[in-house]
């Protein structure tokens, strides 16, 4: 499976962004996609994910703020980030699992700026 993230940058507090990520390959094997993120000198955390069935997970400081999507047919996986916070800011990387591996994007740098 590869994954092609996109959609970051620089954006003002309260601002909104979308990344975007597009699977391909053995796309069928899929189990969960999702997105991680990792600020420097930070270990990358968990920022939401959905499985095949739909059933999503967020992070608890995102609830009410991103809200993550899937389109299956285009196997793509969506964030839509709003109300964005300065301690938002990192390097967010798209991930999909299958039973075994865990798959991931090169990282997109999101940046807001106070």
């Known amino acids: 499976v590869q994954l092609q993230a996109s959609g970051g940058g620089l954006v003002q507090g309260g601002g909104s962004l979308r990344l975007s990520c597009a699977a391909s390959?053995?796309?069928?094997?899929?189990?969960?996609m999702g997105w991680y993120r990792q600020s420097p000198g930070k270990q990358r955390e968990l920022v939401a994910t959905?499985?095949?069935?739909?059933?999503?997970n967020y992070k608890d400081s995102v609830k009410g703020r991103f809200t993550i999507s899937r389109d299956n047919a285009k196997s793509t996986v969506y964030l839509q980030m709003n109300s964005l916070k300065p301690e938002d800011t990192a390097v967010y990387y798209c991930?999909?699992?299958?039973?075994?591996?865990?798959?991931w994007g090169k990282g997109t740098l999101v940046t807001v700026s106070s």
């Open positions: 390959g053995s796309v069928r094997s899929i189990k969960v």
């Open positions: 991930n999909a699992a299958d039973w075994a591996i865990d798959y």
């Open positions: 959905m499985d095949n069935d739909g059933i999503t």
